[in-house]
């Protein structure tokens, strides 16, 4: 049985990637931030589920959570799949954005990948095998207009894993990244403003998607099942666009 490192494990993509694997014999190590009302029922039914709750902006934190669940599981993961994120919510051009929003943007989602990996990268050596997959998005090509924070952050996490994965050319271990566009989520715990940014946004960005459509949570699960799988041993470093086509 493989074990798997999920982050952001009670947002979207994360609850339903968990979901997939705790029905499909992995033994789970979630994190996730602030609440975690989302697991509740998959750690109810699942024996092999144990769950921290960690701000992944503090080294200390990611260390001790991840020891913990190692200890507790008696496993050490050899997949990581790291969904967190801190959504773009400063909805400025650059010269009137706020610094110290843009900061955070950076710090949750690029600075907290690089801590995730500090952590896990001597575990998975150890064992010489690893599948890592991290989550961008697509505005690491095309950019943000009125979030550079964001795009630059999903820009800087493609480009750690296209970095990280000719360190560990002497290793069964790969890295990639997962950039999708919209995806189809529930969006009503959301802030108004955040849900109006959105709505505006992606009803522009389905109409250039030539496949006529937000991604699905399977659109993801498919290229993340690939990526973890013993089947990739050889692609590592790239980034994949879940984007119906859209460039
Ligand atoms: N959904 C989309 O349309 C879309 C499009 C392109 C790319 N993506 C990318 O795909 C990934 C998954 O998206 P999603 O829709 O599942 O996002 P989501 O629902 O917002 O979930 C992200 C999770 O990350 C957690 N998080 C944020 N800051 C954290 C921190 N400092 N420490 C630990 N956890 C933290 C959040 O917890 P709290 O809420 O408790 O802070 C949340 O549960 C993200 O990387 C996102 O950027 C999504």
Sequence with gaps: MKTILITGTNGNVGSFLADYYANNNYCLHLLYHKSSTRL???ISEHKNVYAKQCDLTSLDCVQKACEELRKESNTSPQLIVHTASKRSTDFSDLENSDSELWYE??????????????????????????????????VSRIGLKKGTAYAVSKAGIANLSRSVAMELEEYNITINTISPGPI???????????????KTYYAKELEQIPKKRLAEGDDIL???????????????????FVTGGKL
Excluded: A
């Excluded at 995730?116 to 961008?136: A, C, H, S, T, W």
């Excluded at 189809?184 to 959105?198: T, V």
């Design 40 to 42: 509740e029922k998959l």
């Design 105 to 138: 943007i950076i710090q949750s989602n690029l600075f907290s990948t690089y801590k995730l990996l500090k952590v896990n990268l001597p575990v998975l050596k150890e064992q010489d095998y690893g599948r890592i997959v991290l989550f961008g998005s697509n």
């Design 184 to 198: 189809k989520i529930d969006d009503s715990h959301f802030s108004e403003e955040y849900r109006e940014f959105r």
């Design 222 to 240: 498919h290229i993340c099942k690939f990526l973890t799988s013993d089947s990739n041993s050889y692609i590592s470093g790239e980034e994949f």
